[in-house]
Structures are given as structure tokens and as C-alpha cells.
């Protein structure tokens, strides 16, 4: 899934970008309104990301185009603009949220997540079954797991790796095969990345994260889906 951020300050820009990264999202960069028109022209994302106040082409004014060339696409103002005016205006010209500067990573990360939830609905993926990881049901569709009556919010990446190791329980599955299958060829992360999003997953899902049953280590070869039995 694509997301075009545009956005002129370089440091938020590159902030974005890793994060969303992080959460499993091909992300898109542009550092100006002019410019953010031709990689959505060219790279048709599946939502967008815009400043408002940008050099060359506003956020306004690239909002209008883009509703030219499609009426669905959800994007999301970002600006430092918080009158409520501000706001009307971005949502009457067919934006979908609308997030005041400065913001936390926690709030863009939910509201990334509830527009994605909705894209995987209406996508191809509504025909995406849920399945059993452990004690949990996991429903790709929703970025949520379930224990019981508690809801366990979940990133692509993170349902990425559980698919992947509910395919092989009980075998290894290897460093590579993690990498290939929720990073991409493309993008190769290192060792201590996997390390920390393993260890970011079981805080979530294990009852108790420093004794994983679910997901074990299997030190030298990779990881393990051990919760199947």
C-alpha cells in the first residue's frame, strides 16, 4: 500500500517517511506541491499525505487536482493552520481528516490505520479470511488481533509476519524469509531491525513478552511459530 507524503520541511518529511515505513507502507516523498503532482500522477498512490502551506503548488490547490483525477483516493491535510475555517475548507475540498501540527506519531499512526482499515475492506483484501495465531484470531482486513473480548491493534508489517510464520508452524522460519516477505526485496533491513519489531510484536500479543510461547528464538537459524499446538 502507497502512501505520497508532501510535505516541505525536510525533517518532517523524513520523519514521516521512516515512520510510516516502519509501519509496513511503500511511501512516496515529495518536498513540493508541483512535485507531489507528478509522483501522484505517475505512482497513482493509494492515499495521500498534504502540508498545506507549500512552495510551487499549496495544498489546496493540489488537493483540487487530485480530486480530478480521482474521487476516491483519501487524503489527509497536515498544517500548522488550526482555525476552524482552515478545516472546513480542507474537508469541503474532499479531504478525508484533517491533523493540526504539531502532532504525535501515535496520532498519525491511527489515523493512517483507520483509512487503511477501510481500503482493505473495500480492496481485494475483503476476501481475506481470518486465522488462528496462538490463542489469538488475526483479521487482516481490520489490522486487529483478538484475544477474547481484547482487541489488539496491529501494522501491515505485523500482519505480514504473522502470516507468515501461521504458513510454517513449527519450522524455522529464517531472517531472509521474514525480510522477503514483509520488507520486500527492495528494501533490506538490517538484523536489529527484525530484532526490534519482533520484540515490538510480542509486547502485543504474547501474555507474557519476556517469556514468549508464541513466538520463540532460535538462535542462529531465526524465529519459530511454536503457539500452533
Same mark, same amino acid.
Given at each position: %500500500? #502507497? ?10 518529511? @523524513?520523519?514521516?517517511? /521512516?515512520? $510510516?515505513?516502519?509501519?509496513? +507502507? ?9 512535485? @507531489? ?22 495544498? =489546496? ?5 487530485? *480530486? ?12 500548522? #493552520?488550526? /482555525? ?12 478525508? !481528516? =484533517?491533523?493540526? #501540527?504539531?502532532?504525535?506519531?501515535? /496520532? ?10 477501510? $481500503?482493505? &475492506?473495500?480492496?481485494?483484501? *475483503? ?35 504473522? /502470516? $507468515? ?16 516477505? @514483509?520488507?520486500? =526485496?527492495?528494501? %533490506? ?10 520484540? &515490538?510484536?510480542? &509486547?502485543?500479543?504474547? @501474555? !507474557? ?9 532460535? =538462535?542462529?537459524?531465526? +524465529?519459530?511459530? !511454536?503457539?500452533?499446538?
Amino acid at each position: %500500500m #502507497k502512501i505520497l507524503i508532501a510535505e516541505d520541511d525536510p525533517n518532517i518529511l @523524513a520523519g514521516l517517511g /521512516e515512520l $510510516l515505513s516502519n509501519e509496513g +507502507y511503500e511511501t512516496l516523498l515529495a518536498e513540493d506541491g508541483i512535485q @507531489a503532482m507528478e509522483r501522484f500522477r505517475e505512482e497513482r498512490p493509494d492515499f495521500v499525505l498534504l502540508d498545506i502551506m507549500m512552495p510551487g503548488l499549496d495544498g =489546496y490547490s493540489l488537493c483540487r487536482e487530485i *480530486r480530478r483525477l480521482d474521487e476516491q483516493v483519501p487524503v489527509i491535510f497536515l498544517s500548522a #493552520k488550526s /482555525e476552524e475555517i482552515d478545516r472546513v475548507l480542507g474537508l469541503e475540498l474532499g479531504a478525508d !481528516d =484533517y491533523i493540526t #501540527k504539531p502532532f504525535g506519531t501515535r /496520532e498519525v499512526v491511527a489515523r493512517i490505520r483507520a483509512i487503511a482499515r477501510r $481500503l482493505l &475492506k473495500s480492496g481485494e483484501s *475483503r476476501d481475506v479470511r481470518s486465522f488462528l495465531f496462538g490463542d489469538l484470531q488475526v483479521f487482516p482486513s481490520e489490522l486487529r488481533a483478538r484475544r477474547g473480548e481484547v482487541s489488539i491493534d496491529l501494522s501491515l508489517r505485523e500482519i505480514r509476519i504473522l /502470516e $507468515l510464520f501461521s504458513r510454517h508452524p513449527g519450522e524455522v522460519v529464517t531472517r531472509d524469509q521474514l525480510f522477503d516477505h @514483509a520488507w520486500g =526485496y527492495e528494501h %533490506m533491513p538490517n538484523s536489529r531491525t527484525l530484532d526490534q519489531h519482533i520484540s &515490538k510484536l510480542r &509486547k502485543r500479543i504474547e @501474555a !507474557d513478552p519476556a517469556n514468549p510461547r508464541l513466538i520463540t528464538t532460535v =538462535y542462529g537459524a531465526g +524465529y519459530r511459530f !511454536d503457539g500452533w499446538q
